[in-house]
């Protein structure tokens, strides 16, 4: 079994920054891939940033040079960091992760809530 945590939402400021991490534990063999997704109220989820194994990094264009992944393999973590937040950033942000010869887990979410 695996098990992924978010951590580091909150509330800030438009303009603002938040960096949110993502822990994947459990029988791991290696990660192949991880990610955030974002959900906003009444929308659908959609990605924000993947970043495989090998460090290629995707983003979704409404985050593009705001929005940075990175990922500690050796930690099993990934990382989100957000600067110059607005408030359509404002949604619960989830975690994924796809274990090599496994299927993709999904954390709980974070709440990050950007202020006008």
Not at 96 to 116: D, E, F, H, I, L
Request: proline share 3%; glycine share 12%.
């Amino acid at each position: 079994q695996v098990q992924v945590v978010e951590s580091g939402g909150g509330l800030v400021q438009a303009g603002g920054s938040l960096r949110l991490s993502c822990v994947a534990s459990g029988s791991i063999f290696s990660i192949d891939a991880m990610g955030w997704y974002r959900q906003a109220p009444g929308k659908q989820r959609e990605l924000v940033a993947t970043i495989s194994s090998g460090g290629t990094r995707n983003y979704a264009d409404s985050v593009k040079g705001r929005f940075t992944i990175s990922r500690d393999s050796a930690k099993n973590t990934v990382y989100l960091q957000m600067n110059s937040l607005k408030p359509e950033d404002t949604a619960v942000y989830y975690c994924n992760a796809k274990p090599r010869y496994s299927r993709t887990y999904w954390g709980q979410g974070t709440q990050v809530t950007v202020s006008s």
